[in-house]
């Protein structure tokens, strides 16, 4: 479990700030947000985020991300004219999440060292690439999208009890999409709708199938499919074999430095 969570901060590599922000550097700051005298600075917010993360920020995903810290940070502060974080459980979870963050940080550093060849990436395309091909697969898919969750469960079961899809997309769906019966056309595994060839690819024809996103709830299924119209490329799935890489490295770290830990004159005790 621990391990897991580790895995995903570190993918992530950056924490939501929930706390005072603290500058212990000197020089200007530029201000970004304030809630009753906390202050969130650029300088701050920026070093959260890897170099490729914050690259690949947009304007609007920025905004919402220090949006993010001032409704956190506003939440932080009513629990604490409650005196919340003084109950026991509550400091029990903070000081665990300190270690966590602590932990993270240490494999991290060993991480930094590391670097992913372009050799690597293409040896391990090569060695995978009936996996990449079998990606080139495209559905037909039709889909209804419900904001609420439990009418999209409701849904969901008297879909799967029969009623017509057609007339379920046309009489609920709450997005323009429903003027067409919720049809979207072929959807590609690279494509911009690769959440719906995912969600689809896990289903069987005419099943239904449910894609929770922030928005609400997609209920779809894919009427048909065929193969794509091109073979399969290593420039395609660069990034993705780069993330599964970064992801085997970071376990083989984990289990490195804990080895490494315990071989030294640590002590500890299981009760």
Known sequence: MVQRELFHVLLEHRVH?????????AGPATPLAQVNGEMLYLEDFRATFSDEQWAALTSEQKKQEIEDWVNVTLLAQAAEEQKLDQESGVKQRIDYATRKIKANALIASRMSQMEISEEALFAYYRLHRSD???????????????????????????????????????????EPLKDKLGYM???????????????????????????????????????????????????????????????????????????????????????
């Open 132 to 174: 990449f091909q079998g990606k080139l697969q495209e559905y037909d898919v039709q889909r209804i999208f419900l904001t609420d969750a439990n009418a999209a469960s409701i849904l969901f079961k008297r879909l799967q009890e029969g009623l017509n899809f057609d007339e379920a997309a046309l009489s609920y769906s709450q």
């Open 17 to 25: 700030h929930a706390h005072r922000v603290v500058r212990d550097v």
């Open 185 to 271: 056309g072929y959807v590609t595994a690279n494509g911009p709708d690769s959440l719906f060839w995912r969600a689809a690819h896990e289903l069987k024809k005419d099943e239904i199938g449910r894609l929770a996103t922030a928005d609400g709830v997609y209920l779809l299924r894919y009427i048909n499919q065929r193969e794509g119209s091109k073979e399969a490329n290593f420039e395609d799935y660069k990034g993705e074999i780069r993330a599964i890489l970064l992801a085997e490295k970071l376990n083989q770290v984990y289990e490195d430095l804990l080895r490494e830990l315990k071989a030294k004159d640590n002590k500890i005790y299981y009760y």
